[in-house]
């Protein structure tokens, strides 16, 4: 997809998506030729149809709504099943330094498919945090990622804080996700300082340059960054 050219209309900007086997942290070079190239099938390449989204492996449904991703399910050998662990299944949550707390279950979000595509699909989700009594404060953008044959979703989350810094600082900034994996969860965070941990499992990022990890009201790791993934199994 060009996404910015020259004065001569040549390219200059070229988003290509491709698929690779990389371990975490792993590098690799690839190369990009031009010619005539039969590219090959897709395996369960993502669809969407009335923004439910479906690779094959799994599933989630978008709408306009304060609850904008109302299931998530994933494929089983009984079938389809929703892992989301009550309502709503993500919500995220701005805390201000008077103890005020915003979410995004007050006011709807909009939705829409930001990038369509066989092997990678982005759906957009912007919405406001706002309080109880309907006071709003920093705009959120939502950004899933979801790859053909693949039980991986990318999140973006991006937010503005347009409130008076004189009178306002952000206490505690956080994206909740209540899973139900059948009682048996095993989290591992990505990163120099990678850990896998049982039941509840909580990343806290401080500081740009400070993070730690709670399991179960312990902290057994801290460290500076991590690379960003998370992966949760069940």
């Known amino acids: 997809h060009v996404m910015g050219t020259w004065r001569d209309g040549s390219v200059k900007w070229l988003l ?12 690799r070079t690839v190369f990009l030729e031009w010619g005539d190239v039969t590219p090959k099938a897709i395996e369960n390449p993502v669809a969407v149809n009335d923004l439910i989204v479906n690779n ?18 994933v494929k089983t050998h009984e079938g389809w099943r929703d892992i989301f662990r009550g309502k709503p299944g993500i ?3 701005f805390k201000d330094n008077n103890g005020t707390e915003y ?9 829409k498919i930001e990038e369509p595509g066989d092997l990678r699909t982005v759906v957009r989700v ?4 706002a309080t109880t009594d309907g006071r709003a404060l920093c705009p959120f953008t939502l950004r899933f990622h979801f790859y053909a044959n693949s039980g991986e979703i990318k999140l973006l989350h991006n937010f503005v804080f347009n409130g008076d810094p004189e009178l306002l600082k952000v206490a505690d900034m956080s994206v909740k996700i209540g899973l139900d994996l059948d009682g048996i969860t095993l989290s591992e965070f990505g990163g120099g300082n ?6 509840e499992a909580v990343f806290l990022q401080e500081t740009d340059e ?24 069940g």
């Open 103 to 111: 979410t995004s279950g007050v006011r709807a979000s909009s939705v």
């Open 210 to 233: 400070k993070y730690r990890f709670l399991v179960d009201g312990k902290n057994p790791r801290t460290g500076d960054r991590t690379h960003g993934y998370v992966n949760i199994t």
């Open 56 to 73: 094959g492996v799994i599933k989630a449904k978008f709408r306009g709504d304060t609850d904008f991703m109302p299931w998530l399910k």
């Open 16 to 27: 290509v998506d491709f698929r690779v086997d990389l371990h975490p942290a792993q590098n």
């Open 91 to 93: 919500q995220l949550c």
């Open 126 to 129: 912007d919405g406001e945090h």
């Open 194 to 199: 990678s850990c896998r941990f049982f039941q």
